[in-house]
């Protein structure tokens, strides 16, 4: 018989609530958006590939079931009344049956190729190693532990805690079958508040399983019928093949099929190209009304075409995982370049050092003529105890004919690093970092954080424990796709007329202006013909006291795109922006003389000299006059690449 346990409070234990959850809410999060979406993504796929017995590719499967697919009324009773007092904080009715009163669905999380949860089922200690022969204990028994290694994509011993997270009453139920001995397990965890049953006040954490044995440890459900009742009403897709099935009741209807199609393959399409993993997705409100995707390395491409990619670029939400490239940087063919061994007696740099003259040359010309380079960084990473190790990423770098802005990917152990990308002003690059199992892919993952989003130096324990001198080194690995842009393009040795073309100056015609040196013979000439500007989707051009910024018929315009504009009068000296003045103009002044005309876009006054505008529609057009006609007027554009976040509050302009 399967029941609810809870650890009773004595009198000297420490009263808390857990908080663990807050940890894997995102604050990127979008209005009817799940927050956890991210998370839950990340760390239900990572856990798994963890988890594969190398038996051909990972396959995890996300299927979301709404409320008329629950077990009936009766069943549900039996599965949650004991948990009604540990959720009172949520306000959660429940009727006098103990069913709770909930309109959500369910999501089931399976994988397959995997080892299941193996181990002895009844430990309720630490094994003397922390081998991987313990996943059970490990799964079940602990939280914000962990037995996981640094080969491991994950290590905090939170991942779990996601699928608590998504569920309206605190839960997780699993079953698993085990690859060592075939065995089938069922259990499951909830983590609510402080709570009295009966009269006792009970710990946060229980366990649903079929009783405790004498040293009082919870023992999981092994009866086939049980199993087999559990496996059919909760919809799994499971047939006895070894892995782990996870069943979140009540899951949060923020929580969306297609978000969890999208993230899977933003976060794991290495992976997936390498053919290591298949993502399948089932649910309500897919693209194209189909009721599942199956994205493995054939179907990748023609899955995110079908997806929309107007999410944050922090999130790498804002366009489709660069599939096509990452399967030409794998090719057999790519020659990968090695450079020489970085940072042996101080924090590595990425100078010309790093590579012997021959061929520094031909990765530079190789990079300028739009090739495909290929560079495995080496550095060594000083250890605490005794020497160092070697660690290694590849940078995949290609320069493209068009100048537009590519989001860099870095990838550890086929995980995408979401939040490191290259400068906004790295454009018409595109660029692949990896980082293979090793001794580099321990020290990052170390300092990755339970989220595993960015590799952030204030997360100094767990690497402080084995490296010593570290966060030169993870910043410089960070960066690594700015340095080795810089150093594979190399300072021009002629002038370049269109350098400046984003700033604008508008004839000032009852003065003198400046003009080139004319040659000796009187003759104004160029020893060369100035490169064609790059194609952009908007031009500017001037107007009688003022400018105008519309689109442009060299390049679609991206709706919803946005420009920075900042305006200044020139002056003899010095940066004219630093320099404006709120006597000269001030755009944030409602009174001001300079008047704005808007269509298809909307825009707002972030500072005195600097609007942002918004593009609505592919036929848009400002229009901004009153200037000082005697001036010369300077317009910078610059396309804004994220949300802005603004010390002062921005305000309308006046039209």
């Known amino acids: 018989m399967s029941e609810w ?19 894997f809410k995102t604050e990127d999060a979008g209005e009817g958006e799940y927050a956890g979406t991210d998370a839950l993504v990340r760390e239900v796929i990572q856990n798994s590939m ?118 309206r009453v605190g839960c997780m139920l699993g079953m698993t079958v085990r690859h060592s001995d075939g065995k089938q397990l069922l259990m499951g965890q909830a983590v609510l508040r402080i709570h009295k049953h009966d009269g006792t006040e009970y710990a946060p954490e229980g366990f649903w399983c079929s009783g405790c044995n004498e040293t009082e440890t919870p023992l999981p459900i092994d ?44 976060n794991f399409f290495l992976p997936i190209v390498q053919k290591r993993l298949v993502v399948e997705i089932a649910g309500d409100g897919l693209p194209g009304g189909q009721a599942e995707y199956r994205v493995d390395d054939q179907t990748i491409e023609s899955v995110c075409k079908k997806l929309n990619w107007t999410g944050k670029a922090r999130q790498k939400l804002n366009a489709a995982p660069p599939v096509e490239f990452a399967k030409k940087c794998l090719a057999p063919t790519t020659e990968v370049i090695p450079t020489r061994l970085l940072g042996e007696s101080r924090i590595p740099s990425m100078s010309e050092e790093a590579f012997d003259t021959r061929t520094l040359q031909k990765l530079r010309q190789r990079f300028a003529d739009e090739e495909l380079v290929a560079i495995r960084v080496q550095s060594a990473l000083p250890k605490k105890a005794g020497g160092h190790e070697i660690g290694e990423l590849n940078v995949f770098l290609q320069r493209t004919a068009v100048n537009d802005r590519f989001e860099s990917y870095y990838v550890r152990e086929g995980m995408t690093i979401t939040r490191l990308n290259s400068k906004l002003s790295m454009r018409g690059t595109r660029a692949l970092v990896t980082v293979d199992p090793g001794p580099l892919a321990s020290l990052l993952g170390d300092t990755e954080g339970p989220s595993h989003v960015s590799w952030d130096t204030s997360n100094d324990e767990r690497p402080n424990r084995v490296w010593k001198t570290w966060k030169g080194r993870v910043k410089f690995f960070a960066k690594i796709v700015d340095s080795l842009v810089e150093l594979l393009t190399p300072p021009p040795d002629k002038a370049d007329f269109d350098l400046l073309s984003d700033f604008f100056s508008i004839e000032q015609l009852e003065s003198p202006q400046r003009k080139r040196k004319p040659k000796s013979e009187g003759e104004r000439t160029r020893d060369f013909d100035p490169p064609d500007p790059s194609p952009r989707w908007y031009r500017m051009q001037g107007k009688g006291g003022g400018f105008q910024i519309c689109d442009s018929s060299q390049l679609p315009t991206p709706v919803g795109a946005t420009l920075r504009v900042s305006v200044a009068y020139d002056m003899p000296s010095g940066n004219p922006m630093k320099h404006w003045s709120k006597f000269d103009f001030n755009f944030r002044d409602k009174a001001s003389h300079i008047k704005f005309k808007l269509r298809g876009l909307n825009a707002r006054a972030t500072s005195g000299n600097v609007i942002e505008i918004k593009v609505e529609d592919e036929d848009f057009d400002l229009v901004a006059t009153g200037f000082d006609i005697h001036r010369d007027l300077i317009v910078r554009i610059d396309e804004v690449q994220e949300e802005a976040e603004h010390a002062d509050k921005p305000q309308e302009v006046a039209s």
Request: net charge neutral.
């Open 5 to 23: 346990v809870f650890a009773k409070l004595s009198g000297a234990a420490v009263r808390r609530d857990p908080q663990e959850t807050e940890l």
């Open 50 to 167: 963890d988890a594969g017995t190398g038996d051909g590719p990972v396959r995890v499967r996300f299927a979301l079931h709404g409320n008329d697919s629950l077990p009936d009324p009766g069943r549900i009773a039996s599965y949650f009344r004991r948990l009604q007092p540990g959720l009172m904080y949520r306000d959660i009715s429940f009727n006098g049956a103990g069913e709770p009163q909930l309109p959500h669905g369910f999501l089931v999380c399976e994988d397959f190729g995997t080892r299941g949860l193996g181990g002895d089922p009844y430990r309720a200690t630490d094994p003397p190693d922390q081998t991987k022969g313990e996943d059970f204990f490990w799964f079940w028994r602990n939280i914000g532990r962990s037995g996981k290694t640094g080969d491991d994509l994950g290590r905090w011993g939170l991942g779990k805690t996601v699928y608590r997270a998504a569920s």
């Open 223 to 266: 009866d086939e019928a049980s199993l087999a009742r559990f496996a059919s009403e909760w919809k799994l897709a499971r047939k006895g093949e070894p892995g782990l099935s996870v069943v979140v009741p009540y899951v949060a209807d923020e929580l969306k099929a297609e978000s969890i199609l999208r993230l899977a393959a933003v």
